[in-house]
């Protein structure tokens, strides 16, 4: 069977998504600070989508857009990404 991710109704993405993004993000956390800077989110970015990101597109169209620090995006913000790219794109997709 296919686990639901996320409720297109309620606009709520199911525990299993959220459990799964943040599982995502730990891994990327390399310096276990609770944020993605942009060294870390550059590897996942290019982990995804096989396309670089410059550090001005991360403070641009991530840091501008979603919860951060000054340096990184915290994993609120980068759940909140995940569920942006799902109702812009219909999927989980990270081209802009």
């Not at 686990?3 to 297109?8: I, R, V």
Request: hydrophobic share 35%; charged share 25%.
């Amino acid at each position: 069977s296919v686990a639901e991710l996320f409720n297109y109704n309620t606009q709520q993405p199911s525990n299993a998504f959220i459990s799964t993004i943040k599982d995502i993000f730990k891994k990327f956390d390399m310096l276990l600070n609770r944020e993605l800077k942009y060294s870390e989110f550059k590897g996942f970015w290019e982990c995804i989508t096989n396309n670089p990101i410059s550090k001005q597109e991360f403070e641009e169209e991530i840091l501008a857009k979603y919860t951060c620090s000054n340096e990184g995006i915290t994993e609120k913000g980068f759940i909140n990404f995940f569920i942006d790219n799902l109702l812009t794109h219909g999927e989980v997709s990270l081209k802009y």
